[in-house]
């Protein structure tokens, strides 16, 4: 059973940037997909950035040119670097694998 931490998040300005992590157990990243997820307050939980086990990428619309989705095979660590925050970006970031592995999220708020 996949379990899953986040850490990283904060409290940014706009244009601000953050690096979040997620910290893998009991599975290998080599193996399965995971992504990071995003839920604004009263809003539904939506993707954000995804990597393939193979290594591929996707990043959402509203992210794409600013966020950066990676990984570290030999920690199993899953990133997801955030650059030029906008205040839309607030939310809570969880690290999963849906429909039943998530982590328990980390915080980002960017406001001035």
């Known amino acids: 059973q996949l379990q899953l931490v986040e850490s990283g998040g904060g409290v940014v300005q706009p244009g601000g940037s953050l690096r979040l992590s997620c910290a893998v157990s009991g599975g290998s990243l080599d193996y399965h997909a995971m992504g990071w997820y995003r839920q604004a307050p009263g809003k539904e939980r939506e993707l954000v950035a995804l990597?393939?086990?193979?290594?591929?990428?996707y990043v959402a619309d509203s992210a794409k040119g600013r966020f950066t989705i990676s990984r570290d095979l030999v920690n199993n660590i899953l990133y997801l670097q955030m650059n030029n925050l906008k205040p839309e970006d607030t939310g809570m970031y969880y690290c999963?694998?849906?429909?039943?592995?998530w982590g328990q999220g980390t915080q980002v708020t960017v406001a001035s």
């Open positions: 999963g694998r849906p429909p039943n592995s």
């Open positions: 990597m393939s086990s193979g290594g591929g990428s």
